[in-house]
């Protein structure tokens, strides 16, 4: 299993980003993908999952109306829209895919920085 992030960056606030993930070494369709982001000295914290299919989202609260994940299952890879950005938002964001066998795997994350 192999994951990579891509579409960090420095943004103002109010700004967006789209985060990339593309993974290989499992048949992507099958399972549920996530985002997690993580902050010096805070543990990881899920963002936003995607089922499978795509058809089923969640999102952590304070990201509700401002992130959507979508994901190519053609392409085997998985977006994170972020708009209207907020300075809390900055962390190192990773995606994260856990197979059928218990596994989890993770990225080797992109840093998101939200500042005037």
């Known amino acids: 299993v192999h994951l990579v992030e891509s579409g960090g960056g420095l943004v103002q606030p109010g700004g967006s980003l789209r985060l990339s993930c593309a993974a290989s070494?499992?048949?992507?369709?099958?399972?549920?993908m996530s985002w997690y982001r993580q902050t010096p000295g805070n543990e990881r914290e899920s963002v936003a999952s995607?089922?499978?299919?795509?058809?089923?989202?969640n999102y952590k609260d304070s990201v509700k109306g401002r992130f959507t994940v979508s994901r190519d299952n053609v392409k085997s890879a998985m977006y994170l829209q972020m708009n209207n950005l907020k300075p809390e938002d900055t962390a190192v964001y990773f995606c994260?895919?856990?197979?059928?066998?218990?596994?989890?795997?993770w990225g080797q994350g992109t840093q998101v920085t939200v500042s005037s």
């Open positions: 994260s895919v856990v197979t059928f066998e218990g596994s989890r795997y």
């Open positions: 070494g499992f048949t992507f369709s099958s399972l549920a």
């Open positions: 995607i089922s499978g299919g795509g058809g089923m989202t």
